[in-house]
């Protein structure tokens, strides 16, 4: 066997990333499983352990084994494009190496020095928080708490949701928590688990006191009630008797109580975070026409930028969108060959994406780093000359110098992955060191091909972009005498399945004040 610290320098080490927005991140957890196992197995082979600890350890080396030796990348991939398995990988996980850490104690310092490589309970959380995203933007469609017609597989069990939904107690989402937690009471119910519905219950009551709804408060405090004294526990049934009373008397008494608990009507929460109509319209395919909206005809032509040498013989594809800011679509810019090295050479230096300081949100408020999920990996054009002939070819179809783009930023986005209505344009251009002036010009190359969700979407103009493969987005940040074009407000919208991977190439003001230079009309 090779030693743990070559093993791992041999590649089975997480970068410091979201784990759950690269599949390659993923990956390295299977891999990982494979190792504990081998380690569990050479342990309990040394150690002296009782009987059950000793069977409980061999079911986990069994279990993390076939893991390991089922799940091919490729079959990884296609396993974790659910948001509910993605959800279950770690749930297992954390459960799994939790328990694993009780049966060994101090254990070995191989073990702890590999069990310190797994993802953490962050990740869970992450996991939780896409699916709490997905549902709220999507709706029905990103409903995983009932089964469908095609997939009874991927839904969520009652404990799933238990924990879902206290996720969303915890940070204030009150109608999430009553989403999931509702959900979880009927199923808790249909198995009769008296135990978890008891829980689900106290919570339910919390939740719609909160919501300052004190007839179904009453409703779930009658019902426990009711279970408490098939129990026997009449302490605690009387401690509930004194609840009844308070909303009793919050009601307007005993005969108006009594209706108010019927629970005849559904109850409908009304969100306190507000989600833009349009952005979430947009994201789910539907359209929306915008004052901003072109209405005359929009075109798709070949560019060769003046016969230029780089475009002469493979013109770019151009098909325009919106008019305002020079949004169009490129299509069939990147190779294969060329994707394939993009994504490999940012793939070791990922990190969880933040935000460039000193943007602005929509209501001018600075945008907070929870506005986005997803990993980033910068990369350089003197990295490879093939980068380098692929930077020369945006800055030839943009004309614009090459001289002042920022590097290729590579974003992996996992289920779930996002990033809210944001420009690229800044208040503050010192936010951009060693760049001359603010960002002119945007590009953006989709490296795959997205399953489900994943849009580009631009709500001021009723506008968005579905991931192509090899196709590449771009327009102007701001207005020819460079001033910032609020126009050009955009967002990812959520991935609901698969993984989405995409380039930006940033290019600045400096060096390019003859190639795009200030229009007559001085509101252009």
Not at 191 to 204: F, G, P, Q, Y
Not at 316 to 342: P, Q, S, Y
Not at 400 to 418: K, N, T
Not at 422 to 450: C, K, M, Q
């Amino acid at each position: 066997m090779l030693p743990h610290t070559l093993l791992l320098l041999t590649g089975v080490i997480l970068t410091n990333s979201q784990t759950l927005n690269s599949l390659d991140e993923m990956y390295k957890v299977v891999e990982l499983k494979s190792v504990l196992s081998d380690q569990l197995d050479e342990y309990i082979h040394t150690v002296a352990l009782n009987g059950k600890t000793k069977e409980r350890l061999q079911k986990y080396i069994s279990k993390l084994h076939n893991e390991s030796i089922s799940l091919t990348k490729e079959k990884l991939e296609e396993e974790m494009s659910h948001p509910v398995r993605v959800y279950r990988f770690f749930s297992e996980l954390m459960t799994d190496l939790a328990d694993i850490d009780k049966l060994i104690g101090e254990g070995t310092d191989e073990i702890n020095d590999i069990m310190e490589q797994f993802p953490k309970d962050d990740e869970l959380d992450l996991a939780a928080d896409a699916i709490i995203r997905l549902q709220e933007l999507y709706g029905d469609i990103a409903d995983f708490t009932l089964p469908r017609e095609n997939n009874s597989k991927d839904v969520l069990t009652a404990n799933e949701l238990f924990d879902i939904g206290s996720r969303c107690m915890d940070n204030n989402n009150t109608c999430g928590a009553l989403h999931y937690m509702l959900r979880a009471k009927e199923l808790f119910e249909a198995a009769n688990d008296v135990d978890s519905l008891m829980m689900t219950l106290e919570h339910l009551v919390d939740l719609m006191e909160q919501e300052g709804n004190f007839g179904y408060a009453l409703n779930y405090t009658l019902l426990q009630i009711e279970y408490y004294e098939r129990l026997g526990e009449q302490e605690t049934v009387e401690e509930l008797k004194d609840s009844v009373d308070l909303y009793k008397h919050v009601l307007g008494g005993e005969l108006k109580a009594e209706e108010k608990a019927k629970l005849s009507e559904t109850y409908h929460c009304i969100p306190s975070t507000h989600i833009d109509p349009t952005y979430q319209q947009l994201c789910k395919g539907e359209t929306v026409l915008t004052e901003h909206t072109d209405r005359k005809p929009l075109y798709c032509h070949l560019y060769t930028n003046n016969n230029h040498p780089l475009l002469r013989l493979s013109p770019a594809k151009i098909e325009e969108i919106n008019t305002a800011f020079g949004l169009n679509f490129a299509h069939d810019v990147l190779t294969e060959r060329e994707i394939e090295l993009l994504k490999q050479a940012a793939s070791s230096k990922f990190a969880a994406s933040k935000i460039v300081e000193g943007r602005e949100d929509i209501d001018g408020s600075v945008i907070q780093q929870q506005s986005r999920s997803s990993n980033t990996g910068w990369v350089f054009d003197e990295e490879n000359k093939v980068i380098q002939e692929m930077s020369k070819r945006v800055a030839t179809i943009l004309n614009l110098d090459i001289e002042s783009a920022e590097p290729f930023q590579v974003l992996s986005y996992g289920i779930g992955g996002f990033y809210l209505p944001h420009h690229d344009w800044v208040v503050d251009e010192d936010s951009f060191p060693g760049f001359g002036g603010n960002r002119i010009a945007t590009w953006i190359f989709y490296l795959n091909d997205v399953k489900e969700g994943g849009a580009t979407v631009f709500p001021h103009i009723g506008a968005a972009v579905w991931p192509e493969k090899g196709g590449a987005a771009f327009w102007r940040n701001l207005h020819y005498n460079g001033t910032p074009n609020p126009l050009n407000l955009h967002a990812a919208c959520p991935v609901l399945k698969g993984y989405k991977w995409v380039s930006n190439k940033w290019f600045h003001q400096h060096r390019n004040e003859f190639k795009w230079p200030c229009k007559l009309d001085s509101e252009l």
